[in-house]
């Protein structure tokens, strides 16, 4: 054997025990992770819905699932309806604050805390779910929203569309701009700034509250969701007419409030799972919204008598008028609105003009298609 291949077989022996002296000390490491008990950690989630609710409440149900499912257990949400921890509307303060690290509602209940987080849940006259999802997601949507609540220590997610809703349910018709003056109506944010203009009067109530306002007097109409969600809450038992569109929700966004200092403590794997499984959730409500209201709607109108209607369109004319002042002052007192709606009207103008030649034709051109059969 030459000298040479001597040195290489010898090196080569070192390398080999070397190695060998090397895998006991990692298997054991590896067993030694093995058998650690894993760590879960557990967090709470406070919610603006009744416990169980469907809909709304079944997007921060799922949430919940995808995350533990998603983590192997290692971390645990525990889903808390509206007043089992916390009410309906303390939710915003409550993840702020710690005393749960997971929140899910409606960004506008929260416009008295921070104006322009209103124009993240939904604008009147404004964009569809289609369109505020490509907004928050590849328009600078979720980045401005992240800017907002930066000063409450929260990090908002999408969780969950609505899609465009109902107008809502009243005991008068409504024929002339005129019928909503003095009318006493649940509507919040920036919608329910509309109807202040047009002379009515907007309440902001959680939705577990809402049934017992209407039927007992103490507000005159509302507006919740949907067919699927409104049906649920029996709405219908207390009010005769169910007015389309919602011109003041066209495709609302729910939101998750997460506890930033929770989030930055959790390792980088967890932290993609509370993101990633937000976009998930987000997805599975809007389906959920999808496939049901249309059989609720038919449950409404054949078996509870619901009478349908369409806001004239001389009254959404006037509403939308309305909506862009309401919008123009809300920009006007607050510099952090100006920035956001500046970012929402330009990705809406852009998406609107390409909507119009193709989900808006495509629909125009279904709906012509079907009355020619
Ligand atoms: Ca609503």
């Keep these: 054997m030459k000298l040479k291949s001597i040195k290489l077989l010898a090196i080569s022996l070192f390398a080999v025990l070397l190695a060998a002296c090397e895998e006991p000390a990692d298997s054991n490491s590896q067993s030694a992770a093995a058998v650690q008990p894993q760590q879960t950690i557990h967090w709470k989630m406070v919610t603006t819905w009744p416990k169980n609710f469907p809909g709304l409440g079944a997007g921060a149900n799922r949430y919940a699932e995808l995350v533990n499912e998603m983590s192997g257990g290692r971390l645990e949400v525990k889903v808390y309806g509206a007043k089992e921890l916390v009410g309906a509307l303390e939710t915003f303060d409550a993840v702020s604050r710690g005393t749960a690290e997971l929140g899910h509602g409606g960004a506008y ?138 011109w003041h929700e066209p495709g609302t966004t729910m939101e998750l409030i997460v506890n930033k200092e929770a989030l930055q403590s959790l390792p980088a794997d967890l932290q993609a799972i509370v993101k990633y499984a937000a976009r998930v959730a987000n997805l599975e409500m809007l389906a959920d919204f999808t496939a049901r209201n249309n059989q609720a709607l038919k449950t409404l109108v054949e078996e509870h008598g619901v009478e349908l209607r369409k806001f004239p369109d001389e009254v959404l004319l006037k509403l939308r008028e309305l909506s862009e002042q309401v919008i123009a002052e809300e920009v006007a007192k607050d510099p952090l609105s100006a920035k956001v709606y500046e970012s929402f009207k330009a990705f809406n103008d852009q998406v609107v003009e390409y909507h119009r030649i193709s989900e808006q034709a495509y629909l125009n051109a279904r709906t012509h298609a079907k009355t020619m059969e």
Aim: proline share 7%; hydrophobic share 40%; glycine share 16%.
């Design 109 to 246: 209940y929260w416009k008295g805390k921070a104006a322009a987080a209103q124009f993240f849940s939904a604008v009147p006259f404004g964009m569809t779910a289609q369109e505020m999802n490509g907004w928050l997601y590849h328009g600078g949507g979720l980045e401005l929203w992240q800017e907002v609540y930066e000063p409450f220590g929260l990090v908002p997610l999408a969780v969950g569309n609505s899609g465009t809703q109902m107008g809502g349910w009243f005991n008068k018709e409504i024929n002339a701009i005129a019928d909503l003056e003095g009318l006493k109506m649940r509507l919040p944010g920036l919608g329910g700034e509309v109807l202040r203009r047009a002379g009515g009067v907007p309440v902001l109530l959680p939705g577990g509250e809402i049934f017992p306002s209407l039927q007992t007097g103490a507000i005159d109409a509302t507006e919740w969701v949907g067919p699927y969600n409104d049906l649920a809450f029996g709405l219908h038992k207390a009010a005769k007419y169910y007015y389309y569109p919602g």
